[in-house]
């Protein structure tokens, strides 16, 4: 069992300015000094992305964690310009495409729903796991392993004592990861990361 | 004579550079440093002045006069009429407690004659204007609330001076004849001495005209012929010429300088008339200080130290009692009030003016006149470090105390940054960065560009924008960034040089015409160059792709890495450049295009991505 030691966090948010969550997030997690945060939309406002850096900083990583709000039950624009242009072809996939291979993936998504909307019985009839599909055949695709997401529901109306809880719960649950004290095998039956502590 | 001239210059000006160094290093203030060496050069200790430090001391004066017009300047109109019961309520209650109290004093106490004791007390009830507008804008105390209240007081001294040496005569014993002729009106005029109110308004009307509507013309007409020192020349010109007039038609002279001032504050030239007249102000109330410190006379002193400092110490706590308790019923909060007192309880320089025509008038004895001179001075020497002792040992403990709220804070609202040059370049910069809420701070060398802006709502200083002493009136040492945006690449040079040597903290966003000039910028350790010939050069080639054919996203991607490359090379190409800086600039120039198109082929050959593109996958 391979022992993960650097984390590399990708926050996409195209206006954290106004996120207080999304800011909160990153301002606990970025003192760890096994976690990069790159702020994305702040790197490349104009899109235009730097495949080649974007590469090497995944090449150092060994889990991925992907930052962002749910926007319209999907991401914000830049997260698919990022797989459009560096999980290149004969790179991430494809002939010789394995650089990513073994490497671990999830996401953290702040949602202004709750879990209660994000089901078949509820307004939105499909889970979080389900609308991110399209991201873990991605993973999937470049032979990487995907986590349970992390969801910070009710966003929009979050007490911050509840938003400082989910940060410290997420924290912990990295730090754990870090020291190589949870099993990359999850407990059967976690759907979501928020269920750990 | 010239040689006599120079010495007495060197003597002034040596005292300074001595002096005042060494008791801002002490934290006492320049004031002190000034008078301290006045006393060392005066006829007491080295005798390098002579008895005339009386005479240089009224022509110095004339400091205080450009001084009250600069204060003007600061304060426009609007200001000014909101302070109009401060100014005569505490101004003239100061004076009329002040005046009771020492009367009393002098009356009961040292059996003066009712005349005698009423003279004197009105000039101890003065305060020196000249010290305490010094300190207060050297310690950054002009803002404070104790700060314009004690302005309020000393703009009513200054206006009551004028009645009081029209009354002087009729306390004489024997009646002075009016010998004092007040108006000394060319003869052309001279019909007009019959009306002295008619005179007087017709003063005050000229000087209004004058200030509001003629001279900003004269200053455009100025202005467009490009000549500092003739700026300079209108500067001195107009404030000189406030104040003859002022005194000719028997008004003070420092009144007068300061309702042009307040007239003019609304005008684009402002700030430039403060910077010009500034320097001049500066030096003759550091020539009038140095003069107060050489007229003590350590004779009068000797004789009776015992009376002499016990007299002091009178006039001072009296003073300081009525300004405590007049600080109390304007409302100033403990330490704001406890500032007032220590700021105003000296006796100041119109003392002088009005003890020399007691003297004139024959109301006290000579004897006792030379004492209460000596007594004048001490008090002004005394004022700076008891404003010392304030601030070192009263001051800090209200520091706990909530922060009193700066009253006048809006008058110069702070702007985090300033723009050089407004013109195409800069022009767009600005309206981007207030379309974005941020509030630039303007410097712009066009009066009718000036005059414009100001009239959309921009804050605007008019001038070249590498004078330091204008750059510091628009705030650059508080201000975080400059951004240098002037069509001339000499100019955003100098100014490169100039401002990281004078204001360090201050980040530099400058403009350059193209590679060469982003060069020499970087040799100066510039480190935000923006190219004007860059972005709009890729994007026109953007342009001509496109209605060549081409995708106008994938052009797009490729503009931003081309300027990027090019931002690279640039810094590559630097680097390189230092090398060979003895090759001439034509050549050189050659010899970097040449590498720069050598650096393009490397970069085409990485150029080719296939982003959403399989077409040439195997």
Redesign the interface.
């Known amino acids: 069992m391979e022992k993960i030691t650097r984390v590399l966090l990708l926050a996409f948010h195209p206006r954290l300015e106004a996120s207080h969550v999304n800011r909160f997030l990153l301002n606990t997690l970025r003192e760890h000094p096994h976690i990069e945060v790159k702020d994305m939309y702040e790197l490349y406002p ?1 899109f ?1 992305i730097d ?1 080649n850096k974007e590469q090497q900083d995944l090449l150092q990583a060994d889990l991925v964690i992907v930052q962002h709000p749910f926007f319209w039950y999907a991401a914000p624009p830049l997260i698919k310009q990022w797989i ?2 560096v999980l ?3 790179w991430a996939y ?2 010789n495409g394995d650089k990513l291979k073994g490497k671990q993936i999830m996401h953290l998504v702040s949602s202004g729903g709750g879990f209660e909307d994000y089901c078949q019985q509820g307004k939105n009839l499909y889970t979080y796991t389900e609308l991110l599909r399209p991201f873990e055949l991605t993973y999937k695709f470049c032979q990487m392993q995907q986590l349970p997401t992390y969801v910070v529901p009710l966003a929009n109306k979050i007490a911050q004592i509840d938003l400082e809880q989910h940060a410290q719960q997420v924290k912990r649950i990295l730090e754990q990861w870090i020291a190589g004290e949870v099993d990359a095998k999850l407990p059967a039956g976690v759907t979501y990361l928020n269920e750990l502590n | 004579m010239a040689s006599g001239l120079f010495q007495h210059a060197l003597i002034y000006l040596g005292t300074a550079i001595v002096f005042v160094p060494i008791s801002k290093k002490l934290g006492i203030g320049s004031v002190l440093g000034y008078l301290i060496g006045g006393i060392l050069v005066g006829p007491f200790a080295l005798g390098l002045i002579g008895t005339e430090g009386h005479d240089v001391m009224h022509t110095a004066e004339f400091g205080v006069v450009m001084m009250l017009f600069i204060i003007g300047l600061e304060l426009n109109p609007a200001q000014f009429w909101k302070m109009r019961a401060k100014i005569v309520g505490l101004g003239g209650l100061q004076m009329l407690l002040t005046a009771v109290l020492l009367f009393m004093f002098l009356y009961l106490a040292l059996s003066f004659s009712f005349k005698a004791s009423l003279a004197l007390a009105l000039s101890f009830a003065m305060s020196s204007t000249a010290i305490v507008l010094q300190t207060l804008k050297e310690k950054l105390l002009d803002k404070t609330p104790a700060g314009q209240h004690a302005f309020s007081v000393l703009l009513f001294q200054d206006i009551a001076v004028i009645p009081i040496l029209a009354v002087l005569p009729l306390l004489a014993l024997q009646s002075a004849g009016g010998d004092t002729p007040a108006h000394r009106l060319p003869p052309f005029l001279s019909f007009l001495d019959q009306y002295p109110s008619l005179l007087l308004l017709a003063a005050v009307g000229f000087v209004f005209i004058l200030s509001r509507y003629l001279l900003p013309l004269v200053l455009r007409v100025i202005a467009k012929v490009q000549m500092r020192e003739l700026f300079t020349a209108a500067a001195l010109f107009f404030v000189i010429g406030i104040a003859w007039l002022m005194e000719s038609v028997g008004i003070s002279a420092a009144l007068g300088a300061f309702m042009a001032g307040v007239l003019l504050a609304n005008s684009e030239f402002r700030h430039e008339l403060e910077a010009d007249i500034n320097p001049f102000k500066g030096l003759l109330l550091g020539v009038f200080f140095t003069a107060v410190g050489s007229t003590i006379n350590f004779a009068v002193i000797a004789a009776d130290p015992a009376r002499v400092f016990s007299i002091v110490l009178i006039l001072m706590t009296v003073k300081w009692i009525v300004l405590y308790f007049l600080g109390r019923r304007f409302r100033l909060v403990a330490d704001q009030q406890l500032l007032f007192a220590f700021l105003l309880c000296q006796v100041g320089e119109f003392a002088f003016v009005l003890l020399a025509s007691i003297a004139q008038l024959g109301i006290v004895p000579k004897q006792e006149l030379d004492l209460f001179m000596a007594v004048v001075t001490i008090s002004m020497m005394v004022s700076p470090l008891l404003l010392f002792v304030y601030e070192r040992f009263v001051a800090p403990r209200f520091t706990n105390d909530k922060k009193t709220p700066v009253a006048y804070d809006a008058m110069e609202a702070a702007h985090h940054v300033i723009l050089v040059g407004f013109g195409h370049f800069g022009s767009t910069i600005g309206r981007f960065l207030r379309a974005n809420n941020t509030h630039a701070t303007i410097i712009d060398s066009d009066s009718e560009r000036v005059n414009l802006l100001r009239k959309m709502g921009f804050k605007v200083f008019y001038g070249d924008g590498t004078r330091l002493d204008l750059l510091e009136s628009a705030g650059a040492s508080d201000a975080q960034i400059l951004i240098s945006a002037i069509d001339d690449p000499h100019t955003n040079m100098e100014l490169s040089e100039l401002l990281p040597k004078h204001f360090p903290n201050l980040k530099l966003f400058v403009r350059a015409k193209n590679r060469y000039d982003a060069y020499e910028l970087m040799d100066k350790g510039i480190t935000h160059v923006h190219r004007e010939s860059l972005i709009d050069s890729v994007y026109m080639g953007v342009d001509i792709l496109s209605e060549l054919g081409h995708r106008k996203y994938t052009l797009h991607r490729k503009a931003q890495d081309f300027i990027k490359y090019d931002n690279e090379a640039l810094e590559k190409l630097y680097r390189h450049r230092k090398s060979d800086g003895y090759i001439s600039r034509l050549r050189a120039e050659t010899e970097l295009q040449e590498r720069l198109l050598q650096e393009d082929k490397q970069f085409l050959a990485k150029a080719e991505d296939s982003a959403w593109d399989s077409s040439h996958r195997n």
């Open positions: 104009d235009n495949v459009d242009l290149e072809h004969g494809g002939t």
